[in-house]
């Protein structure tokens, strides 16, 4: 059955008569409309009708079948490794000196600490872990049936003697192929099983039952034509889905902060997006992507706590149990509030299922504050190579889609005179702004697409002006700066939205100094946790009437394939 009420254009006929009032009766039903959210490190879905969504890793674990196997490896995905080089160290070490400058300038006039770093490391090394009576409450996933697949927590708990592997099918962003070693097949497969099984636990719909329901799927800025076209052939043509709906983090984001332009900044646990978006639609030139996210922040607390004589000293990151702790340690510890300062005492519980919790106390000076300040000075993580930094660029045509040639597009656009903005860069010492060479004028607009550009990381303010910069006007630029929105799990630190403008407002270009009279950051619109402002607009953007027209069916997609997505999409394609 086709689903969708809106009229096609000429190159691709309607969807058939009769059909609309079926459609509109099931979309009328927020219930009967799943909405999920496509992240790196988690999965966040639930019923357009629901108050706010299920969150599960997204992460899945195959048991394997042959004769022997080797324990879950722990992927790299939870806790990024950099590629350590003396010139790496070298900046990290004037990262860190620069951080240490900052942070006394912001703190002039108020009343030190007489504790050294060197006492607090000399205590921590004299700490060690107490063992308590009680024996941890955790238990391994019992996998004594020999279940095929487990996802979410249930996966992460799985014992490492178990024969099981555990997969990440989304990296950075991008399907896991982009940046692994994996097959097409093999991520689609996880895809398909891990969708499946989680609206089957967290939602107690049976797979046999999702063709009664429709699904908007909200995809990272970061997605290629290449990974958009598998989803859907996942949601329609693996697990059957009436009809599916997919939109953009960035848009999505405005929806539920009810703003109608913004420049979204969308910080997850491996990546950060940044984009323009002006009356619900996304401006392609101004998307940049940072190779660098929560995930990052927690490394290198990890290494500064270390530093000053960290007294969990078997500690592993590698261990994907220890990497949660060190997570939890970071959403306890970390923050951007310059009013905390000095010696803090805290102290933290190591538990493993079937042993005696062990407990720790601990003192900390500034490596909370250090490790936040990295998404300024992002040479800290120690990040190179092409995942630092990336702009989008032409993709390569789809086979099946006459229309997104970009060689017909290119032409198109000389007709009418179009061009992209020209590229603001920064100088790879100062980071300060340089002039850039003119940009292609070639370079079709509507062919968003992340491809390596530079080779240096930005610091996020400098990310979000030059995301302004590739704006068509100076009165859009001042429109985006007065309403900078700031989504996503990986930048939810205390004092960050007000140290985020700060650093916008000292940084800002001279030139822009004259039309810009305000910056403003907005970090919890409408009191909502920014984790989950994108899906709480997927789930307004189903109860538009517009929205009948954005619907996708499974017979539509078999028939037209990717050149659908060019006519119903609500983004530029």
Known sequence: ENRGTAAMPRRLPGPASGQGEASGELVSSMSAVIVMQIGSANLRLGRASDYQPQVIPQCI????????????????????????????????????????????????????SGVSSDQVRKFNDKVMGQEITEISDE?????????????????????????????????????????????????????????????????????????????????????????????????????????????????????????????????????????????GLAIPASRVLLGYGGCDVTRVFYDLMKSAGFPYRTCDVSNRLDAFLLQRLKESHCHMDMEVYGTQNCGFQVSYPNRRIIQFAMQLTDEGAKATMGMFYPQLFGLSGKSAVQFYSPPEPEPDDLYGDPQLLESGMKTKGGAVPPLLTFDAVTSSPIPAADFPPTVPQSLPQFLPQIPHTLSLDKAVHLSMERLGSNEMRRKMYSCILLVGGGFTFSGAAHMLQSYLQSSLPTNYKQFVDRVEVLAKPKDLDPRMVCWKGAAILCCLESARELWIGVDEWQEYGVRILRERCPFVW
């Open 139 to 279: 238990e391994w996933t019992d996998v004594r049936h020999q279940p095929h697949v487990v996802i979410g927590w249930k996966a992460i708990w799985i014992s490492p003697r178990e024969p099981y592997e555990l997969h990440w099918p989304v990296r950075r962003g991008r399907l896991a192929w982009s940046y692994a070693n994996v097959s097409k097949e093999s991520v689609l497969s996880d895809l398909e099983s891990l969708w499946s099984e989680a609206i089957k636990e967290k939602l107690n719909i049976e797979p046999r039952d999702l063709k009664l329901y429709n699904v908007i799927v909200i995809v990272p800025d970061s997605f290629t034509h290449g990974d958009m076209k598998e989803v859907m052939n996942v949601l329609l043509l693996r697990l059957g889905f009436a009809a599916v709906i997919v939109h953009q983090e960035s848009v999505c984001a405005t929806f539920g902060a009810g703003v109608g332009s913004a420049c979204v900044i969308d910080v997850g646990d491996q990546k950060t997006s940044v984009c323009c978006v002006d009356e």
């Open 61 to 112: 674990a195959r048991r394997i079948t042959a004769d022997g196997y080797t324990p879950i490896p722990d992927d790299s995905i939870l806790m990024k490794q950099p590629s350590m080089t003396d010139d790496i160290e070298s900046q990290q070490q004037t990262a860190l000196a620069d951080i240490d400058r900052d942070l006394q300038m912001m703190r002039l006039g108020m009343r030190r």
